[in-house]
């Protein structure tokens, strides 16, 4: 199933959580995956609401216990503990990222880093309901629209600071955004680590039938527009197979001879590569090179990516995203001729 995600006004947890739910998530496995935690003294409720003319969901985290700071390690540790376990490795991804990048700002170790304003139980319920919401949509890619980032001040345990925050750009890092005119924090560090943790891609809407649209609330009023985020729910198109994201590494090579490339290319597909080829081409003043191409899901890009630079020497590369259709295959045993 895709998902994708049009952010209208920004993008917080508890929005796209909301919006989750209203395009049919059921709200069951959502808590049940909260409760695995071992989290207490929290509620989550969902109603619905009239923002501007559009119907859409809200949800409330209440929480008994207001604690606002505290190490990330210990919401990793609760994290871990949602099931079933692909919603918490994806928790966890969302938190270790937040965690990453907030021990970059303040120049802190990543497994002590304190957090501030995400430091509550609310930041687990949204990371840990939406992981659970997407699992329970049978959710396997995200596709996101550019997100709108406000400008202004915005107020943090450390005093105001510009907008949007530094942890919620340094999340951003690779998103593809752009500007609006709503004033203020539009895209939380939440928001932006779910994306991440999510493998969201920056990408035109997919092609896909549609199945399903939610609308998610923020607690924010805005005086001319609704403050949604939207979401869409839909099936890929294809004719008898089986489709698929996936994503294409290229990069051109000019110094490397045909040992290295077929060295590279069996490496490649070793290491998980869908597929692997060169193709000649001419190059700057008539140099011949080579094309170097690998075919691979998105989660396994990063050691692909890391693979071609340590085996090939190249300074650069490019990555592109598509859709794959593969026929259905299967093997079977036949005998032939009969036995004496």
């Not at 290491?271 to 700057?284: H, I, K, Y």
């Amino acid at each position: 199933m895709i998902c994708w995600i049009n952010p209208f006004t920004g993008l917080a947890g508890d929005m796209l959580l909301a919006a989750l739910l209203d395009a049919g998530a059921p709200i069951e496995p959502v808590r049940a995956a909260i409760a695995a935690t071992g989290l207490t003294g929290w509620d989550l409720a969902a109603e619905r609401v009239t923002d501007h003319g559009l119907a859409a969901t809200r949800v409330h985290v209440r929480v008994t216990d207001h604690a606002s700071e505290r190490r990330a390690a210990e919401l990793i540790a609760l994290a871990s503990a949602a099931v079933p376990q692909p919603v918490a490795a994806r928790a966890v991804a969302a938190l270790q990222a937040i965690a990453e990048v907030e021990a970059r700002i303040h120049d802190a170790d990543p497994a002590s880093v304190h957090l501030h304003e995400l430091g509550g139980h609310d930041t687990v319920v949204d990371v840990v309901g939406v992981a659970a919401a997407m699992h329970a949509l049978g959710v396997d890619d995200v596709v996101c629209a550019p997100l709108p980032l406000g400008t202004g001040r915005v107020r943090s345990a450390h005093g105001l600071i510009p907008a949007p925050a530094p942890a919620t750009l340094a999340l951003l890092t690779g998103a593809a955004v752009i500007g609006t005119d709503i004033p203020g924090e539009t895209v939380t560090p939440t928001g932006a680590a779910l994306l991440r943790a999510l493998n969201a891609r920056f990408d035109p809407v997919p092609a896909m039938t549609v199945r399903a649209t939610g609308y998610g609330a923020g607690t924010r009023s805005l005086a001319d527009r609704p403050n949604v985020v939207a979401v869409t729910l839909g099936e890929r198109r294809g004719g008898g197979g089986d489709g698929e994201i996936v994503t294409v590494l290229e990069t051109n090579l000019d110094d490397v001879n045909g040992e290295v490339l077929g060295h590279v290319i069996a490496r490649s597909l070793e290491a998980g590569a869908l597929d692997a080829w060169a193709t000649p081409a001419v190059m700057r003043k008539g140099r011949l090179g080579h094309v170097l191409h690998l075919l691979v899901r998105p989660q396994d890009c990063d050691a692909l990516q890391k693979l071609l630079f340590v085996e090939t020497g190249a300074l650069g590369l490019r990555r592109s995203s598509g859709d794959r259709m593969v026929l259905r295959r299967w093997s079977e045993t036949v005998q032939i001729g009969s036995a004496a």
